[in-house]
């Protein structure tokens, strides 16, 4: 354990600082790349920030699925072979919704300012 900052607000820090002193200074290809960069650093925070609560989320989701236990991997491993040999589809109780969290899940890491990512928190709304 370690003392503050944490990972994650060092990582925030980083982002905002090169966001806010560095890239206004910052032209043409270089900005881009800066921007690259600076993309990457805010979804490394979000990631740790989520990761954890998402990855506990879907774990309990697939346990109740499919009635196995194991770590997010091995069950996301064992679904998929279902669906592949047919003993699992849409119509198969609670598969829909799993999904449905999971990729919404994955959009709040990878994509939060998607639009219709944002359509669809508010729709839940």
Do not use: C
């Amino acid at each position: 354990m370690q003392d503050e900052p944490t990972p994650t607000e060092l990582i925030k820090a980083v982002a905002d600082f090169l966001r806010t002193e560095i890239a206004p200074a910052v032209k043409g290809h270089n900005a881009f790349k800066l921007r690259v960069g600076i993309n990457a650093l805010d979804l490394v925070t979000r990631q740790l920030a989520q990761e954890g609560p998402g990855d506990a989320a879907e774990a309990v989701r697939l346990k109740a699925l499919l009635g196995i236990d194991g770590s997010v991997t091995e069950l996301n491993r064992a679904l998929a072979e279902k669906i592949a040999k047919g003993e699992v589809d849409l119509s198969t109780p609670g598969l829909k919704e799993h999904l449905w969290q999971t990729t919404m899940d994955k959009l709040a890491v990878d994509q939060p300012n998607y639009a219709s990512y944002k359509r669809e928190l508010g729709n839940k709304a």
